[in-house]
């Protein structure tokens, strides 16, 4: 694994959760925030914990934003602040900037001043949430971007035989790309494999075939 020299901006619920996550996961992590206190609370779970205001660009130039391969702007509820630092990190050279929106709005906003990634962590959450009470058949997604998604399945009643007598790819337009039986991967399955009960399919494909393939699954 790369080790990431990441940015964390904003350490309420949100931002803390990220940072600490990606320290406990082996990244260098600087975690900055306007309040002593939150800065504090996070001081010995990150690399580097500071007080800095980074709707400010001369306090974000002082600690290197561009030198960071990823920044993450979590400021919640203080909209103005979360742009300027969007802006600021942008303009001040940073790869890849992934800032949190409120709402709709804010995320259009975000958008067109350059973050790289836009999340709404509640809404984001919300959608995955419900997909799951709908189709508790479907065990992960993966935005991949650009329409496309992996996503994990388990095999069902609808999901038996070959994967040739299924052809998921001429009927969904959906690519297998790997089987997982009893805690072991099968990668690149061939056509005469054939699916058992709790079997769990990996898939790649775009949203809308994605779709297709959920409502034929959940009927």
Not at 51 to 65: F, H, K, N, P, T
Not at 136 to 152: C, F, K, Q, R, S
Not at 171 to 188: C, D, H, L, N, Y
């Amino acid at each position: 694994m790369k080790i990431k020299q990441c940015l964390v901006i904003g350490l309420g619920r949100f931002g803390t959760a990220v940072a600490t996550t990606l320290y406990e996961m082996g990244h260098e992590v600087v975690a900055v925030d306007h309040n002593e206190e939150n800065v504090e609370r996070v001081m010995n779970l990150v690399t580097h914990a500071a007080i800095v205001d980074a709707s400010d660009e001369r306090a974000l130039r002082s600690i290197g934003v561009g030198d960071f391969d990823v920044v993450v702007v979590a400021i919640g509820t203080d909209v103005q602040a979360n742009i300027l630092a969007t802006m600021n990190a942008k303009s001040l050279g940073a790869t890849y900037v992934v800032t949190k929106a409120v709402d709709e709005m804010a995320r259009r906003v975000l958008e067109r001043i350059g973050a790289d990634l836009v999340i709404r962590p509640e809404h984001d959450m919300g959608v995955r949430l419900a997909r799951q009470i709908a189709t508790p058949n479907i065990v992960d997604t993966l935005d991949l971007g650009g329409d496309y998604a992996i996503v994990e399945i388990e095999a069902n009643d609808r999901l038996k035989g070959t994967l040739r007598d299924l052809n998921l790819t001429g009927r969904f337009g959906v690519q297998i790309i790997a089987i997982s039986r009893a805690g072991k991967i099968e990668m690149t399955p061939r056509a005469e494999d054939e699916l058992r009960p709790h079997d769990k399919l990996v898939l790649i494909g775009t949203s809308h075939n994605i779709d297709e393939l959920r409502r034929y699954l959940g009927e």
